[in-house]
């Protein structure tokens, strides 16, 4: 039994995560979406807010489940009994910051190792920051959100399509 943990801030969760989920559910037997609390990072949305919206459009993957730490990555995986951790990789931006995440976790708990999966082409440049900074404009985000979503990003950003 291979399972794999997909950590993340999801603020909120976009298209893009989907993308990777989607190709991961594929790879592993069960893999644990995992969002971060990172209340430091100010997210738009409170982590049981992130969180049930990550619960709510993965209903359709029956080997997905969700939950949120507060932890080390390593620590929290190793918890799950998972050996693998999911990252998605876009663009050339992605690389630094992800290359210096594995080598340290890999320092910390070297046994884990990270899989990144790239998105579809058309999920390369969308980022949740992106899809906030769009909404929070009025501008349209439904071509980068799921129904969910939309309506969460609606009720704090009324103008946003
Ligand atoms: P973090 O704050 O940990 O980077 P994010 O929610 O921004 O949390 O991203 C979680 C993971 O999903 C990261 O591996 C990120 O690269 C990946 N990801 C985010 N957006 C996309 C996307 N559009 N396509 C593929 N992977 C993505």
Do not use: W
């Amino acid at each position: 039994m291979k399972t794999a943990v997909y950590p993340g801030s999801f603020d909120p969760i976009t298209n893009g995560h989907l993308d990777i989920i989607e190709r991961a559910v594929r790879l592993f037997d069960k893999v644990i979406v995992a969002v971060a609390r990172r209340e430091e990072k100010r997210p738009l949305f409170s982590v049981t807010e992130r969180e049930q919206l990550v619960r709510q459009v993965v209903t359709c993957f029956p080997n997905v489940e969700v939950t949120s730490f507060s932890d080390l990555l390593v620590d929290f995986a190793r918890r799950m009994n998972a050996d693998i951790v999911i990252r998605g990789l876009r663009a050339v931006l992605d690389f630094d910051y992800e290359f210096q995440m594995v080598l340290l976790n890999r320092k910390l708990a070297p046994t884990v190792d990270t899989v990144f999966l790239l998105p579809s082409e058309k999920y390369f440049y969308l980022s949740s920051s992106m899809v906030k900074e769009i909404a929070a404009l009025g501008g349209a985000v439904s071509c980068f959100v799921p129904p969910a979503v939309l309506a969460a990003l609606k009720s704090r950003y009324p103008v946003c399509q």
